[in-house]
């Protein structure tokens, strides 16, 4: 089987497992600390910004609750999102807002963000899809004239910028997502980042019981009752540990290896498949943005997409749909909104294999497979009469 994501782990990550193992430390200890400030200056932040907690997911719940937000608050974040998201919001009292997305490029815009705001809004949350940076700039700039706070969803764009300027670093807080199907892996984990001092000093307690100070070994050299608490508010433990933050740090010096090979297939994809009939590829990327290359989308006629990721799936090569529309999900109750961008991408989008493992003859063995299924099943081309622009340019058929 073809796998849509790969972990690239190896020797030089066994090597620091081993380490780890020897100095006989696998908690929460100094390879963390030294995970954290690398990272820190892998998005140019201070390091005491940066926290190394155990899932992009805690992250979103980290940076949900260190709003305080109460029932009747309000959190716009675009339907095309991971549910972790949304959990992160109802968990908090607030009420999620879905806003509609750039049809091609499955990012919302300032002005799909702005059709959704109301007096009540207190935060946004921003996916950057597939990694790349999308509207982030000016839905940034629009936040702070709103005194609105926001929120990056930066999962799956470790690597990914705007000028230069790491996204993740726009916002007012932003994590990651280490998972194994991530660019970067620790097995499970993530990074979150506090632009705001003082709520960052909140959410590294938040992340560890919700301690002002530590009460171990750590603590002993400066304190002659080092196992009394100090707690100002309850927290949780979800923070990282030595064990995955030496996997990290590996991951982290070869992580331009890998962005260059997505980035080197991602290209391979678009010779393949262009002027393939049915087809829409990803659209270019504006000038300045450079993406991580999470994923590689295609999308055609609704008729036949899942006809496509059936015959593929056939041919030994596995493919799906990310991220299922959340206005669609009983449980955030928002069956009835109207957003018709996400549900024509949600009906004509499927994400194809793509990771530093795949070799040329992979990604040519994938787009070949596409080629067959759609001359049998003869995927209909997109009328020009019925086609919208996005932003960048590209065209695609929308039923509005």
Known sequence: MINLFQPQVGAE?????????????????????????????????????????????????????????????????????????????????????????????????VEDIERSLTPRTRAVIVLHYGGSPGDIVRIADRCRELGVTLVEDAACSVASRV?????????????????????LVTGDGGMIYVKDRERAVRTRRLAYHGLAQPSGFGHAKVSSRWWELDIPEPGRRVIGNDLTAAIGSVQLRRLPEFVHRRR?????????????????????????????????????????????????????????????????????????????????????????????????????????????????????PIPEEERVESRDGRTAQVDL
């Open 13 to 109: 990550e066994l090597a620091a497992i081993a380490e780890t193992f020897d100095d006989k430390w696998l908690g929460h200890g100094p390879r963390t600390r030294a995970f954290e400030a690398a990272f820190a200056e892998h998005i140019d932040v201070p390091a005491e910004h940066v926290v190394f907690i155990n899932s992009g997911t805690s992250g979103l719940f980290l940076a949900l609750e260190s709003l305080d937000l109460r029932d009747g608050d309000e959190v716009v974040l675009p339907s095309l999102s991971f549910v972790a998201a949304a959990n992160a919001v109802l968990s908090c009292g607030a009420r999620p807002v879905f806003c509609d997305v750039d049809p091609r490029t499955l990012n919302p815009t």
């Open 163 to 183: 000028d230069g300027r790491a996204v993740g670093s726009f916002g007012d807080i932003a994590m990651w997502s280490f998972d194994a199907m991530k660019v």
């Open 264 to 380: 080197e297939i991602c290209a391979l994809y678009d010779r393949e498949l262009d002027e393939v009939s049915g087809l829409l590829l990803p659209p270019a990327l504006p000038d300045g943005h450079e993406s991580t290359h999470y994923f590689y989308w295609v999308q055609t006629d609704p008729g036949i997409r899942d006809e496509l990721a059936g015959d593929l799936y056939q041919d030994g090569i596995y493919t799906t749909f990310r991220y299922a529309p959340l206005h669609k999900v009983p449980a955030f109750g928002s069956q009835s909104l109207r957003l018709p961008h996400s549900d024509w991408a949600a009906e004509r989008t499927l994400c194809l294999p793509l990771h530093p493992g795949l070799s040329d003859g992979d990604v040519r063995t994938v787009a070949a497979a596409v080629r067959k299924s759609l001359e049998n099943r003869r995927a209909t």
